[in-house]
């Protein structure tokens, strides 16, 4: 649809239409659960934890704007522009995308299906333990980080091997799984609260330790026996997600100038506690609630204003420039002095919207918008399409290996797999997490060697192990 047919519908009709979006999105969710339940080669939940974290920064910006009562009243979005009509034309490429992204998970399956039996019979176990995992995913978050995390192209393989952390959270509960401890998978799924807690804490951020939290509950609830608890627990879960979110942005700017202020982990913990002391249950009638979703998880307000922008002449389309710079942005300047530089997320995020965007926040570029302005709606498309392939790829290798008791592989291949999956990332940031991921996974390999099991039965019985839960 042309821009200017699209500015002349009322804010009711584009509430309407945003409606069925909605709806479709969620049809497009259930597609696949459905697949995952019946998908005919193995799994590792890759395709759900990507929807899911896609639509925590897409899906919930749509609906809010469904809402009658809505109405942006806070002076940040009044002056930034956000309105009913910027989210509906940032929706319609976010729905358009997520499609591609589902059907491409879809058709990975054909084409890999003959490949995908041949390597499941080459796969021989390799059992280990999870322990070793949790204590490389610690080492990565409590000692690397602080002291390396912020090297070019070294802060890239950290920030990697801090994912060895959310991985053993998952063998944990696939151990418990498979020793038929159905309490176990739900405690360690339980524990894995502590992701968020622990990055809000260090880092002032609460968003990659929910990636994390995440990433543990949606690979883990399959492993679940009650279905019923599953689908109640995944519905409390998003309700409470959204209340957590609602009290931790009304107290986010004084808890980060508690962590960033380097005080002592007193300080940290009691201004955390305080703020979720007083807390919040997440009201749909309140409109502070919804434009505290509006400000931070509303990727589709940025999308539309490119689409206004540059629909209006205000840029041409970057025709693939910012992918280019992301292929080759892995590579260090110690090998390549003279390698192009591009700016960050704020910028690509500024130079295509046309708005200013503030020093003291960070904006994440995202997948929808990036490849909008490079080559607008059939880039989206395409890119989403190929983007679905890959991760099921990886998808299917890591549950291949996981279904044939090679842990050591299930790592290797889920662990590129699982830093990609960065929706409100920007090219650049997901590539150089594949190739460090990559490279980590060439080191875990002779690493994991020293912590493998040499004698019979040391992690889980043959029994255990073959028993189907």
Known sequence: ???????????????????????????????????????????????????????????????????????????????????????????????????????????????LLRRAIRFARAQKPRVIKYIPVLLSGLMFSVVLSPLLGSIPSVGALVSAG??????????????????GNNGGVIRWIGASLIFPITSTVM????????????????????????????????LLLTYLGLSVWVTYSRDREEIRD????????????????????????????????????????????????????????????????????????WIPRIVWPGKPTIGGSGSMVSDYTGMTMSENSSFGVGQILELYFNFGHKGVVVGMFLLGCLIRYLDIKSGICLDRRNLVGFILWVLPMLVMIQPNGSMAEVVSSCVSAGILSVGLNVYFKFFESRRKGELLSETELNREP
């Not at 880092?203 to 109640?232: C, D, E, Y």
């Not at 919040?280 to 309140?286: A, L, V, Y």
């Open 162 to 179: 801090q994912r060895l952390a959310t991985i053993g959270f998952i063998l944990a509960a696939w151990t418990a799984w498979k020793k």
């Open 1 to 111: 649809m042309d821009i200017s047919q699209q500015i002349i519908l009322t804010d009711d009709v584009m509430r309407s239409r945003l409606s069925w979006m909605v709806v479709g999105w969620l049809f497009l969710v259930a597609v696949l659960l459905w697949h995952r339940i019946k998908a005919r080669l193995p799994g590792s939940s890759g395709p759900l934890i990507y929807a899911s974290l896609f639509s925590l920064n897409h899906l919930f910006g749509g609906f809010i704007y469904c809402l009658p009562w809505y109405e942006p009243q806070h002076l940040y979005l009044v002056h930034g522009g956000w309105s009913v009509e910027m989210t509906y034309l940032g929706f319609i490429p976010s729905v358009q995308g997520f499609g591609a992204f589902v059907v491409g998970v879809l058709a990975m399956d054909r084409l």
């Open 203 to 234: 880092g002032g951020f609460i968003g990659f330790g929910t990636a994390s939290f995440i990433m543990v509950v949606v690979f883990s609830a399959p492993f679940v026996k009650q279905r019923l608890l599953v689908v109640v627990s995944g």
């Open 258 to 329: 508690v962590v960033w202020g380097n005080q002592g982990m007193d300080s940290r913990v009691s201004r955390v506690f305080d703020s979720f002391s007083d807390w919040e249950f997440f009201d749909i009638t309140d409109n502070e609630h919804l434009e505290r979703i509006d400000m931070r998880l509303n990727q589709n307000h940025f999308v539309g204003r490119s689409v206004d922008y540059m629909s209006m002449g205000g840029e041409e389309f970057a025709k693939g420039e910012t992918i280019w710079f992301a292929l080759i942005s």
